[in-house]
């Protein structure tokens, strides 16, 4: 196994940028999130380690890798529902453990996961305010202005929905993720975490969510966009942190990466990957899955 992080793939010539020191960013303003030489352990398998990565307001940050790569591992402790056991994690400048994905919403973080927590039957507007619900003096529910505030978000994000009484359940699976980051964006988030938000979805939905992370960005919203598929993450992402097995193999800045050379890493990575695990699958060939496994460090 690789010993070494942060190194690009062997057959790409591409140049690594260093974590800290994010040129464009105001001088002296700490990240929103910076994480530095993270690492996760569950019991044995180590899940995570070494990872650097920031996010940024009004910025986009594209995490990629394969199955098992860390993914969710990363962004459950940016969301508060793993620690990190290794490393550190500051949200705007403090070093932060966060024990639950409330305190994580609490410091402006929200995560939408790809099934997202949506009730099918229940308007579009219920959906909305669910577990925030407006309610008037007497405690009754303030439909009348949920539905407005909820028309008004969505035509915000650019969603025009002719009825927001409709059930959510009618919503395509992009305009789901829409309302789920419009509802992220009204309810004051500064970090909006994606988990796969494309990867159940065709091309022209894929297309829709895009864009709509685009204006979260455009709302000032630092974005962690999680990933497998580099054509959707080079055209809204503006760095680029690659995992695999657990580890950093690069970060980037968009400006010291092209498409092919992001698509390379991770295709080169997989091929291998697949074909070391296969010959484990079948079992023996330890030396040749050794061979692999150098040709990958
Ligand atoms: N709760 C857990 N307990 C033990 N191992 C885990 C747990 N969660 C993830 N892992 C392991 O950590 C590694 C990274 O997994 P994960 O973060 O889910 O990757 P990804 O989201 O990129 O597919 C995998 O080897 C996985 O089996
Ligand atoms: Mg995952």
Redesign the pocket.
């Known amino acids: 196994m690789s010993n070494t992080t942060n190194t690009a793939h062997p057959t790409t010539q591409v140049v690594e940028v260093p974590v800290t020191d994010t040129p464009d960013i105001a001088a002296g303003a700490p990240h929103l999130i910076a994480l530095r030489d993270v690492g996760k352990h ?2 044995n ?1 180590i ?2 380690s070494d990872v650097s990565m920031d996010v940024d307001a009004g910025r986009v940050t594209c995490v990629l ?10 962004i459950k402790i940016i969301a508060g529902l793993h620690q990190h056991s290794a490393g550190t994690f500051s949200i705007q400048g403090e070093e932060r453990t966060l024990s639950s994905p409330r305190e994580a919403l609490d410091s402006g973080i929200a995560a939408v996961y790809q099934d997202l927590a949506v009730v099918p039957l229940m308007p579009i507007w219920r959906n909305f305010f669910l577990g925030s619900e407006l309610r008037g003096p007497l405690g009754a529910l303030n439909v009348k202005e949920m539905k407005r505030i909820t028309k008004q978000e969505l035509l915000d994000m650019g969603i025009d929905l002719r009825d927001v009484d409709q059930p959510i359940g009618t919503l395509s699976g992009g305009e789901k993720q829409c309302v789920a980051i419009a509802r992220a964006v009204y309810f004051g988030a500064k970090a909006l975490i994606l988990d796969e938000p494309t990867a159940a979805l065709g091309v022209k939905q894929s297309g829709v969510v895009l864009k709509y992370i685009l204006r979260a960005r455009d709302r000032g919203l630092g974005v962690i966009f999680i990933t497998h598929n580099p054509h959707h993450a080079y055209p809204v992402g503006d760095r680029f942190l690659l ?1 695999r097995r ?1 580890k950093s193999i690069g970060y980037f800045e968009k400006t010291d990466i092209t498409l092919p050379e992001l698509t390379g890493l991770m295709a080169g990575g997989a091929e291998l990957e697949e074909l070391a695990h296969e010959l484990e699958q079948v079992g023996g060939q330890d030396d040749r899955i050794e061979e692999i496994r150098a040709a990958e460090a």
């Open positions: 569950y019991g398998v899940a995570l890798g394969d199955n098992g790569a860390g993914k969710s591992t990363l995992l657990g």
